[in-house]
């Protein structure tokens, strides 16, 4: 926080350096540079973004270029989407990269990346040559565009993690190898195959090892912020949380202008968090981060934190404050189309559904947005996918009691069930026996509900999902018709206020419940 103090301070004399004094251009352009550079280290990308445009636009062409990089990237970074992609893709152009625009376009791209890589291997020369920004230009630009689009566009930015791999193992620098290695390696980590999975982890194992070779506390701490993001994409929620926290604690003991990883390392905490059930510290955390976020004009960071403020509210039982919460963060997101912040929005909308008891609307909900979830390429990515299959059967589920399309809805439940069962993931399997037990419920069977329950419980505990558990032993004790009260106790303990309710939005059955009321078979 002082460190930031202090570079926000010195931007602030830089402009006043260069508004009272009478510079020769030369000395201007470096005042103004080093006021865009304070900006980044002040964690105000966007101000430093359109900093660094400003002095392009007086510098010469070979040093406009790069200061253009780093002004897409500041943007990007920090979720000015449009200000971001108006610099970069003329600058690309310039470049000589090529931004697909279709698709179909760019997975043959990424194929074709890949295949490089594969057919060139991963061995590489170490350079330890400093070279001029100008000689790795083209270079640092896709790691912009890499880490820049990671969030709202996966393809593309998978087109460029590869080529910055392959870029970087050309050049030869260690520095630049270790963080291509690590970001690659989530293209195999997030698709689930468990092969890939193994290459990934090994690819990111052999990025950290490079970085404490070098010693450099940036690369260090980005290598394990990546470890944690690879045990997130393994269903491996505490580990994740200790490595991603541990990263950042590198990153703001050592390093300044590290905004992207701190803000990458925060959302994966958010989410472990949540598949921990640890509301209780969920929403603090998100508290404080969306102030931090608000203050500094990070509107990527703003977003992610303000939904995961809304998720908290609604343990809470703050049922309104979360749909508030998510509208807000929903009118500071551009609505063209659907990015990891739409789906996260779509998640919590749809819990709210669930929680009020609006089974039909959180059904409507999520046919209404399926085409263009499915248009995102999010669903590449196996944790999106995962939590995507069991919120819309989880809508089905709910939609189907008392309805004239129960059939319908029970065939779509079962449909995802199957998806959800063949993934590689535990967590997944019991997600389907959650929705099969939904199923069993309202086609007459409770005996099969509480076998599937039972097979779900097991599995949730045995990967660290207690709320999870404890939200199948409330619904099995209503099936039962016995008491909830000791599931009830857990729940509350870990941040629930209306266990009834929001048990609606982890294990959704024709049980119901009301907030401020009792489970009762329906």
Not at 247 to 252: K, Y
Not at 307 to 321: P, W
């Amino acid at each position: 926080a002082f460190a930031a103090l202090a570079f926000d301070r010195a931007a602030t004399l830089f402009g006043q350096a260069l508004e009272w004094s009478p510079l020769a251009p030369a000395q201007a352009r470096a005042l103004m540079v080093r006021r865009a550079e304070a900006l980044v280290y002040a964690s105000r990308c966007a101000e430093a973004g359109a900093r660094y445009l400003e002095v392009a636009n007086v510098a010469a062409p070979a040093v406009a270029l790069e200061l253009r990089r780093k002004a897409a990237e500041q943007y990007l970074i920090s979720g000015h989407l449009d200000d971001g992609l108006r610099v970069l893709h003329p600058l690309l152009r310039e470049l000589g990269l090529h931004y697909p625009d279709g698709d179909k376009g760019a997975v043959l791209q990424l194929l074709l990346g890949q295949a490089r890589i594969r057919l060139r291997g991963l061995e590489f020369t170490p350079r330890l040559v400093s070279d001029p920004p100008a000689a790795t230009l083209q270079l640092d630009t896709c790691w912009s565009v890499a880490k820049g689009l990671g969030f709202i566009d996966p393809l593309r930015a998978a087109i460029f993690a590869a080529e910055n791999l392959r870029r970087s193992l050309a050049h030869g620098d260690p520095l630049r190898v270790a963080r291509a290695l690590a970001h690659h390696a989530l293209l195999d980590v997030n698709q689930g195959q468990p092969h890939q999975a193994s290459r990934g982890a090994a690819q990111i194992a052999r990025a950290h090892e490079l970085a404490l070779k070098t010693g450099d506390p940036q690369t260090i701490g980005t290598t394990t912020i990546m470890r944690g993001v690879a045990d997130l994409n393994a269903g491996r929620w505490r580990s994740a949380l200790v490595e991603v926290e541990a990263g950042v604690a590198i990153l703001a003991e050592r390093c300044v202008g590290v905004t992207w990883e701190r803000s990458i390392a925060r959302a994966m905490a958010m989410h472990a968090l949540t598949m921990l059930g640890q509301f209780a510290d969920l929403g603090p955390r998100a508290s404080a981060w969306l102030r931090e976020a608000n203050d500094l004009g990070d509107r990527f960071a703003s977003v992610v934190a303000g939904l995961y403020v809304g998720h908290a509210r609604l343990a809470a039982g703050d049922l309104a404050g979360a749909r508030e919460a998510v509208a807000r963060a929903r009118s500071a997101w551009p609505r063209e189309g659907f990015h990891f912040q739409h789906w996260l929005a779509l998640s919590i909308e749809v819990a709210c559904d669930l929680y009020s008891g609006q089974g039909r609307a959180a059904w409507q909900r999520m046919q209404t947005i399926w085409p263009a979830v499915e248009r995102s390429n999010l669903l590449r990515m196996q944790i999106p996918r995962i939590d995507t299959l069991m919120l819309r059967a989880g809508a089905a589920i709910a939609a189907a009691q008392n309805a004239p399309d129960r059939r319908k809805l029970l065939w779509a439940a079962g449909r995802d069930a199957r998806a959800l069962a063949r993934e590689s993931l535990a967590h997944a399997g019991a997600f389907a026996s959650v929705i099969r037990a939904g199923i069993a419920v309202l086609t007459g069977d409770p005996l099969e509900a509480v076998r599937q329950l039972d097979r779900a419980e097991v599995v949730f505990a045995a990967n660290d999902m207690p709320l999870h558990a404890a939200s199948v032993r409330w619904r099995r004790a209503l099936i039962r018709r016995e008491s909830s009260e000791q599931a009830e106790v857990e729940l509350r303990a870990r941040g629930v206020a209306e266990p009834g309710a929001f048990v609606a939005t982890l294990a959704p059955c024709a049980v119901t419940a009301v907030p401020g009321g009792d489970g009762r078979l329906s």
